[in-house]
């Protein structure tokens, strides 16, 4: 079959590679044939690029809003604490492809600062400040221990401590209003705590909401009983895996217990993610069909300055399958520079954005400051295939037109 294509592929090779026709069209037509080239390459690279960047967009996304709530919350239909906590984290940690369980109490609270700056927030304890959370941990430490005067510590949000002129080591007072299912009426419970550490995630919705204590210290201001708890946060083997096992927790236990996955938890932001990426893609690929037609017309114009070529080649013999197949194979060489190239310039700009931050967001609005990158191979693989197969299909019509010439009236007007 290859000996078969051999002349094929030699005239295809020498067009692609001279890229010349008459000699005052000569540079003209080595231009349009770069140009062709050069719209691929673009287009390529364009498109991976904006894959890459909306998969490491959602995993950047995913991987923060798990940072807070992990994979599944556990929770009590009734907006009441779980009762029987031990029992219950005991069950929880035996369900299959459950890797880790955290007890969590949380509550809206109020945290004051001086006589003018008072914020509401959520106050969230829990054995040991979330991994995710130390990582990103940026004045203080990661620790809960109480100070020589037996005040807790509290972690709380680089946004929220600039809003309340805090730092660490400094005084706050928390109070809570929750209502006892003993009582008719809230009262009001006060504790003084100590900044420990301060964390920043981008997210600014949660930077300037959550502060983090220990359970007991938040089990004591918040008066729950000694095996109560709010809610409990698992982490899975494999978040695919959420929603089955989710289902699975809630025939377990039953009613009023409910589990949610944290893609049900924070729906609204998982949505906007997914938006972006099924829309960015799609609008980039334009750029690679507008390419193909551009080749188009590259060919076109280059069976114009070769119609004296073709028709020499006709009267020697070259049947019209081979003309078309000659036309065929240039313009898929032409799509496999073009998308080698753009496939090799997408994978420089990647790696030189996650090593530099080449591309600057504005952390309010996309929650980090740079352009993620999440290279995948198949990206890499499906663009190529596409893009060749567009190149084929846009070189099907220059090669019939080629194919169909006459050769006598060819050279005799050429």
Same mark, same amino acid.
């Given at each position: 079959?290859?000996r078969?294509l051999?002349f094929?592929?030699f005239?295809?090779?020498?067009y692609l590679r001279?890229?010349?026709?008459r000699?005052?069209?000569?540079?003209?037509?080595?231009?349009?044939t770069?140009?062709a080239i050069?719209?691929v390459t673009?287009g390529v690279?364009?498109?991976?690029?904006?894959?890459s960047?909306?998969?490491g967009?959602s995993?950047?996304?995913?991987?923060k809003?798990?940072?807070?709530?992990?994979?599944?919350?556990?929770e009590?239909?009734?907006?009441?604490?779980?009762?029987?906590?031990g029992?219950?984290e005991?069950a929880?940690?035996h369900m299959?492809?459950?890797v880790?369980?955290?007890p969590v109490?949380?509550?809206?609270?109020?945290?004051?600062r001086g006589?003018?700056?008072?914020?509401?927030?959520a106050l969230?304890?829990?054995p040991?400040l979330?991994e995710?959370?130390q990582q990103?941990?940026?004045?203080?430490v990661?620790r809960?221990?109480?100070?020589?005067?037996g005040?807790p510590g509290l972690?709380?949000?680089?946004q929220?401590?600039e809003?309340?002129?805090?730092?660490?080591?400094?005084?706050?007072?928390l109070?809570?209003?929750r209502?006892l299912p003993s009582?008719v009426?809230?009262?009001v419970r006060v504790r003084q705590?100590?900044?420990a550490g %301060?964390?920043e995630t981008l *997210?600014a919705?949660?930077? /300037?909401l959550y502060?983090?204590?220990? @359970?007991? &210290?938040a089990?004591?201001?918040l008066?729950?009983?000694p095996d109560?708890v709010?809610?409990f946060?698992?982490?899975?083997q494999n978040?695919q895996d959420?929603l089955?096992?989710?289902?699975?927790?809630?025939?377990?236990?039953?009613l009023?217990v409910i589990?949610?996955?944290?893609?049900?938890v924070?729906?609204n932001?998982?949505a906007w993610v997914r938006?972006?990426?099924?829309?960015?893609?799609?609008?980039?690929?334009i750029i690679?069909?507008?390419?193909a037609?551009?080749m188009l017309a590259?060919?076109?114009m280059?069976i114009?300055?070769k119609?004296r070529?073709i028709?020499?080649?006709?009267?020697?013999?070259?049947?019209r399958?081979?003309l078309q197949?000659?036309?065929?194979?240039?313009?898929?060489?032409?799509g496999l520079?073009?998308?080698?190239?753009?496939e %090799?310039?997408?994978?420089? *700009?990647a790696?030189?954005? /996650?090593?530099?931050?080449i591309?600057p @967001?504005? &952390?309010?609005?996309?929650?980090m400051?740079?352009?993620?990158i999440?290279?995948?191979t198949?990206?890499?693989?499906?663009v190529?295939?596409?893009t060749?197969g567009?190149?084929?299909?846009a070189?099907l019509?220059?090669?019939?037109?080629?194919?169909r010439?006459?050769?006598?009236?060819?050279?005799?007007?050429?």
């Amino acid at each position: 079959m290859l000996r078969r294509l051999y002349f094929e592929l030699f005239v295809a090779l020498r067009y692609l590679r001279g890229a010349q026709g008459r000699e005052e069209g000569r540079r003209f037509i080595r231009f349009i044939t770069y140009i062709a080239i050069g719209g691929v390459t673009v287009g390529v690279a364009a498109l991976l690029l904006a894959l890459s960047i909306v998969h490491g967009f959602s995993r950047e996304i995913e991987a923060k809003i798990t940072g807070f709530g992990a994979h599944i919350q556990v929770e009590n239909l009734r907006d009441a604490p779980l009762s029987d906590a031990g029992w219950m984290e005991t069950a929880l940690q035996h369900m299959p492809g459950v890797v880790s369980v955290r007890p969590v109490i949380q509550e809206f609270v109020l945290i004051r600062r001086g006589r003018r700056e008072v914020d509401g927030v959520a106050l969230w304890g829990s054995p040991t400040l979330p991994e995710y959370l130390q990582q990103h941990l940026v004045a203080g430490v990661a620790r809960f221990t109480p100070d020589s005067l037996g005040r807790p510590g509290l972690i709380i949000g680089r946004q929220l401590a600039e809003q309340l002129s805090l730092k660490v080591g400094d005084l706050v007072t928390l109070f809570s209003m929750r209502r006892l299912p003993s009582s008719v009426r809230p009262r009001v419970r006060v504790r003084q705590f100590y900044v420990a550490g %301060l964390y920043e995630t981008l *997210l600014a919705d949660f930077d /300037q909401l959550y502060v983090f204590t220990s @359970l007991d &210290a938040a089990r004591a201001l918040l008066e729950y009983g000694p095996d109560e708890v709010t809610r409990f946060d698992l982490t899975l083997q494999n978040v695919q895996d959420a929603l089955h096992i989710a289902r699975q927790i809630e025939d377990h236990f039953g009613l009023p217990v409910i589990a949610r996955t944290i893609y049900e938890v924070f729906r609204n932001l998982f949505a906007w993610v997914r938006l972006q990426e099924s829309i960015i893609p799609l609008v980039i690929s334009i750029i690679i069909i507008v390419a193909a037609f551009n080749m188009l017309a590259t060919l076109l114009m280059v069976i114009l300055e070769k119609a004296r070529e073709i028709g020499i080649l006709a009267s020697m013999g070259a049947s019209r399958r081979r003309l078309q197949r000659m036309y065929l194979i240039l313009g898929l060489l032409t799509g496999l520079v073009g998308t080698a190239l753009g496939e %090799l310039l997408a994978l420089s *700009l990647a790696l030189l954005q /996650q090593k530099f931050g080449i591309i600057p @967001l504005p &952390a309010e609005a996309y929650y980090m400051r740079t352009a993620p990158i999440a290279l995948q191979t198949v990206d890499f693989i499906l663009v190529a295939v596409v893009t060749v197969g567009l190149c084929g299909l846009a070189s099907l019509i220059p090669a019939r037109i080629a194919a169909r010439m006459n050769p006598i009236q060819v050279i005799r007007f050429h």
